[in-house]
């Protein structure tokens, strides 16, 4: 009686996509071609009142398959605005300048920024001129606020 005895193996293929012409056919062989030209941001100058919220949408423009897809980042960070991953600008707190950049998933060397200021405690809070306390030094005292 024969034995017989099986073994399992188990492959992997590590493989570098590249662009190869074929000496025959002279086609190219790898992935689909683009290229990122732009990305556009928008609105390009944004005035915020703290509290505000605002939606950025960026465009990328370009030939080929272009994805629209971008990261979004904001300069200086832990400034006087926050961003989320989807683009949302929020302003935090009054005063201040920032820079909300969307740079291309495909191509990250290319970006498009837009300008954003928080506005100043004079626009956008109250602010104090004045105080008056009226009254002797008893501790029952009167106050008023301009």
Do not use: E, K
Not at 41 to 58: E, R
Request: glycine fraction near 10%.
């Amino acid at each position: 009686m024969r034995q017989i005895t099986w073994h399992r193996f188990a492959v992997v293929v590590l493989g570098v996509a590249t662009a190869c012409s074929s000496a025959d056919s002279g086609h190219m062989i790898g992935p689909p071609s683009f290229q990122i030209a732009s990305v556009v941001v928008s609105p390009n100058q944004v005035a915020f009142s703290p509290g505000t919220n605002l939606q950025m949408i960026a465009i990328v423009q370009g030939s080929g398959d272009v994805l629209q897809t971008v990261r979004w980042s904001l300069a200086p960070a832990g400034g006087p605005m926050a961003m989320s991953a989807d683009g949302v600008v929020s302003s935090c707190y009054p005063g201040g300048h920032v820079t909300v950049t969307a740079t291309s998933m495909q191509d990250t060397t290319v970006s498009g920024t837009a300008d954003g200021t928080a506005a100043t405690a004079g626009t956008g809070l109250p602010s104090v001129s004045s105080v008056t306390i009226d009254g002797s030094d008893t501790p029952a005292r009167a106050a008023s606020v301009r």
